[in-house]
């Protein structure tokens, strides 16, 4: 669960993001995604976590191979 106090919102928000083996670059790239959606943060904020949303995926030689694209469909409940 990650507690937010963010700017443009009304109350504080609460956000949980779950990710198998404990893969980090995954859950960084999602929180960027969600916070991104959201419009949370001022825009140099965002700017900054724009290189955790997009991130390139090396092979153990640390060959750039890919880069890892993430899509969090957001519904409101």
Not at 3 to 21: D, N, Q
Not at 46 to 61: D, E, F
């Amino acid at each position: 669960m990650i507690g937010v106090s963010a700017t443009g919102t009304r109350r504080p928000l609460g956000i949980g993001i779950k990710v198998e083996h404990s893969n980090t670059t995954v859950l960084y790239a999602i929180v960027a995604n969600v916070l991104g959606q959201l419009g949370i943060g001022h825009e140099t904020q965002r700017a900054k976590l724009a290189a955790y949303g997009n991130p390139p995926m090396r092979n153990t030689m640390g060959i750039e191979t890919g880069r890892l694209a993430v899509t969090v469909p957001l519904e409101r409940i």
